[in-house]
Each structure stands twice: as C-alpha cells, then as structure tokens.
T-cell receptor
Framework: DGGITQSPKYLFRKEGQNVTLSCEQNLNHDAMYWYRQDPGQGLRLIYYSQIVNDFQKGDIAEGYSVSREKKESFPLTVTSAQKNPTAFYLC???????????FGPGTRLTVL | SQQGEEDPQALSIQEGENATMNCSYKTSINNLQWYRQNSGRGLVHLILIRSNEREKHSGRLRVTLDTSKKSSSLLITASRAADTASYFCATPPQETSGSRLTFGEGTQLTVNP
C-alpha cells in the first residue's frame, strides 16, 4: 500500500515534556509538510521540507523542530517551548511541482 | 492571514439537494484546489483548477474559478449523507510551484438523510 502514515494516532504529554510525532511516506515524494489544526479551524503550516537535509519554517514554527535525514521520513518534535500544543497534527507530502498534497491520518496531541 | 476564505462557514442541507461553497483569495494564483476532511481524519484532494480554466467537473463535483473576482466555488450535486465533511480551498503562491499551500478556514457541510 502506498501512502503516508502517522504515529501515534493519539498522544498524551505532560507539561514540560518534548514529544516526537512520526510521519513516513512511501510515495517517493520530495516535499513533506507539517500542519497544525485547532478545533473548527483551518490548517496552519508549521514546517516544510522540499528536499532531504533541508527544511523551512512555516507560519507557526515557534516551539517546534523537525529533521529530514531521509526522503521518506519527516518527524516533528513538539518542544516544551510550545505553550499551547494541544491540537490535531497533520503531515502531508507532495510529488515534484504538482502542487497536490497527500495527507496522513493525523495525530491528536493532548497536553495533560 | 489566510489566503483563502470559505463561505459559508457551515451549511446544512437535505440529501438530494445541491451544496455550494465559495472561496475567495487575495493574491494571484497558478491554481486553486479543493480538499475534503472527514471528522478526525486527514484531508483528501478533490479537484484542482488552473488559473486559465473557468470550470471543471469531476463526478458530482463542479468547480468554477473567476480570477477577476479572485473567487472559486465548489458545487456538489445530488448530495448524500456521506458528503458530510469539511471542505477547504487551498492555493500555492504564484511565483513558485511544488512548495507550500495556504488553506482557508473551511466550510462544514452537513447532509441530513
């Protein structure tokens, strides 16, 4: 099966802890993206990467970090510096310059 | 601020009726896309319309684009309960492709059986 997987589906974090959300794709796409979605809201871009070993900040990068060591993987770390991390996190990928993005099923992060 | 803004924010209709959602954007675009999101799930790409196209069809979906008004509409004909979802428009920046998309706030569509 080709697609994007995100894990875990649900994640609970205590205040002050860093957590890492996994995103893997086997579509051979160059570009990958992380979005945050709050209830009833649209998507806001956190970070994106157009090529291995390179990534750019999106609109709300503060308190988050990413790495892109492999083409198929783009993990997102939510650090303790992110003051309001409870949200639904979506990962996406895109092939070349098609502009069409393919999304994973999402990870719901809750801070206890 | 969001590039795309959908209107209405929420829409409730009966099965069999048509649903129309609108999207307005601010800057020039190469294309405009519509995505669907079922509750608690990822987004699914529905249709892409290029800036030199005025109308596009895909099954029960019809998308129009008016670049002079910087607006697009998504029409779902003969709606079904399974069409209940949030619908988002998204646009890439005109000066580049293969990069980021900007999503609107979405329209929540409820189709009552």
């Amino acid at each position: 099966d080709g697609g994007i997987t995100q894990s875990p589906k649900y994640l609970f974090r205590k205040e002050g802890q860093n957590v890492t959300l996994s995103c893997e794709q086997n579509l051979n796409h160059d570009a990958m993206y992380w979005y945050r979605q709050d209830p009833g809201q649209g998507l806001r871009l956190i970070y994106y990467s157009q090529i291995v070993n390179d990534f750019q900040k999106g609109d709300i990068a503060e308190g988050y970090s990413v790495s892109r060591e492999k083409k198929e993987s783009f993990p997102l770390t939510v650090t303790s510096a992110q003051k309001n991390p409870t949200a639904f996190y979506l990962c996406a990928s895109m092939r070349g310059s098609t502009d069409t993005q393919y999304f994973g099923p999402g990870t719901r992060l809750t801070v206890l | 601020s969001q590039q795309g803004e959908e209107d209405p924010q929420a829409l409730s209709i009966q099965e069999g009726e048509n649903a129309t959602m609108n999207c307005s954007y601010k800057t020039s675009i190469n294309n405009l896309q519509w995505y669907r999101q079922n509750s608690g799930r990822g987004l699914v790409h529905l249709i892409l319309i290029r800036s030199n196209e005025r109308e596009k069809h895909s099954g029960r979906l019809r998308v129009t684009l008016d670049t002079s008004k910087k607006s697009s509409s998504l029409l779902i004909t003969a709606s079904r309960a399974a069409d209940t979802a949030s619908y988002f428009c998204a646009t890439p920046p005109q000066e580049t492709s293969g990069s980021r998309l900007t999503f609107g706030e979405g329209t929540q569509l409820t189709v009552n059986p």
